[in-house]
Antibody
């Protein structure tokens, strides 16, 4: 069955960097678009970034553009999110999601990123 | 402030039918399909409805979606206590080149 497992979250100081990973299994990873979505504590969902199956098409939310970089390694069945210049407002649980026909069909369990001094 | 507008809360008694609305604009719901996600307490969101009214396998037919113009709605019939969750609508936005979510609706089963 489809499994997505995020890792790499943790506590980081404002201005710091963090790299999130999402390990995919149970499907042909290279066939699917992928996305990152986040949820601040006690708040709603916010889409962060999207990458096409080949990596040739990438989109970012305005709130992270220029600071975050999405990438994937189809040989390793992995999705990544490099987060630089982190701010307190980036504190959230980050989910990776398999993206099909404009919807997020499968979600991982999430990894918590806390930006605090 | 979310791009899509949902009521913050909804409630019903077991067996009742409840609807949750989602209002957007011509650049999102008016042009693209609407999806609904259910988030049970302490868990990751789960796709409930995609392409306006399609249910993924395993989702009971008590859940249904519809769209008209720049608005959409989620209906839950035969309400059950296990339906208590947060519900989010989402759609692609052509102006923002990204997905937008509603602020979420907390459903309480009385």
């Amino acid at each position: 069955q489809v499994q997505l497992v995020e890792s790499g979250g943790g506590l980081v100081k404002p201005g710091g960097s963090l790299r999130l990973s999402c390990a995919a299994s149970g499907f042909t990873f290279s066939d699917y678009y992928m996305s990152w979505i986040r949820q601040a504590p006690g708040k709603g969902l916010e889409w962060v970034s999207y990458i096409s199956s080949s990596g040739s098409t990438i989109y970012y939310a305005d709130s992270v553009k220029g600071r975050f970089t999405i990438s994937r390694d189809n040989a390793k069945n992995s999705l990544y999110l490099q987060m630089n210049s982190l701010r307190a407002e980036d504190t959230a649980v980050y989910y990776c999601a398999r993206t099909v026909t404009e919807s997020f069909h499968h979600w991982g369990q999430g990894t918590l990123v806390t930006v605090s001094s | 402030q979310s791009v899509l507008t949902q009521p913050p809360s909804a409630s019903g008694t077991p067996g009742q039918r409840v609807t949750i609305s989602c209002s957007g604009s011509s650049s999102n719901i008016g042009t693209n399909t609407v999806n609904w996600y259910q988030q049970l307490p302490g868990t990751a969101p789960k796709l409930l409805i995609y392409s306006n009214n399609q249910r993924p396998s395993g989702v009971p037919d008590r859940f249904s979606g519809s769209k008209s113009g720049t608005s959409a709605s989620l209906a839950i019939s035969g309400l059950q206590s296990e339906d208590e969750a947060d519900f989010y609508c989402a759609a692609w936005d052509d102006s923002l080149n990204g997905w937008v979510f509603g602020g979420g609706t907390k459903l309480t089963v009385l």
